[in-house]
């Protein structure tokens, strides 16, 4: 079953605002990791926050875990039209010794300049 | 530009026909995978090869075959594939290692292979 679902489903904002996008999940994790893809390009990874943590920042990135409620929340501050992309989380159920990311379906960022 | 590198990056293929994805990585990483990637879906981990053994197959069908001759390459042989199974095809690799396991692993994905079976 799927474990992590984004929303919105699509965000669509001006060059200079934030872009907040939100993931929900359902079993207990490892670390919850956020990735980014660039229209028919890989995936890349953008941060991951583990489940003892509450908030994480990196440069324009904030992200914050609610073990209780098993949400995430993405934030893009500042956000650049070279933002636009999808962006996905992806829940780690580590069982035995592999990492067993979950992907979302994934939000549509456009970001207009 | 990445650590991980797919060939072909498009392919089209007819349905009888036998075809091969190739994956390379050059991380140094012990873990490999294949995911399928279609639209209006979630990414679907279809294979994991940990230290060269195959750990996990996620109920995929047998017209794709993976095979991993070591830790740095990866292949998907692909035979009498159907049209649903055009997708993006993406490989990707971790260090899986226990020091890691509380930390959390990171994987690095390739570019991608499309897929367009006609």
């Known amino acids: 079953s799927q474990q992590g679902e984004e929303d919105p489903q699509a965000l669509s904002i001006q060059e200079g605002e934030n872009a907040t996008m939100n993931c929900s999940y359902k079993?207990?994790?490892?670390?919850l990791q956020w990735y980014r893809q660039n229209s028919g390009r890989g995936l890349v990874h953008l941060i991951l926050?583990?489940?003892?943590?509450r908030e994480k920042h990196s440069g324009r990135l904030r992200v914050t875990l609610d073990t209780s409620k098993k949400s995430s929340s993405l934030l893009i501050t500042a956000s650049r039209a070279a933002d636009t992309a999808s962006y996905f989380c992806?829940?780690?159920?580590?069982?035995?010794?592999?990492?067993?990311?979950?992907f979302g379906k994934g939000i549509t960022l456009s970001v207009r300049p | 530009e990445t650590g991980v590198t797919q060939t072909p990056r498009h392919l089209v293929m007819g349905m009888t026909n036998k075809k091969s994805l190739k994956c390379e990585q050059h991380?140094?990483?012990?873990?490999m995978y294949w995911y399928k990637q279609s639209a209006k879906k979630p990414l679907e981990l279809m294979f994991v090869?940990?230290?060269?053994?195959?750990?996990e197959n996620n109920s995929v069908p047998s017209r794709f075959s993976p095979e991993c001759p070591n830790s740095s390459h990866l292949f998907l042989h692909l035979h009498t594939l159907q049209p649903e199974d055009s997708a993006l095809y993406l490989c990707?690799?971790?260090?899986?290692?226990?020091?890691?396991?509380?930390?959390?692993?990171?994987?690095?994905f390739g570019e991608g292979s499309w897929l367009t079976v006609v």
């Open positions: 990707a690799s971790s260090q899986v290692e226990d020091a890691l396991r509380r930390l959390g692993n990171t994987i690095y």
């Open positions: 079993t207990s994790i490892n670390n």
């Open positions: 926050i583990r489940s003892n943590e």
């Open positions: 992806a829940t780690d159920a580590i069982r035995g010794a592999n990492s067993k990311l979950t």
């Open positions: 991380l140094g990483h012990n873990a």
């Open positions: 090869y940990n230290f060269k053994e195959q750990t």
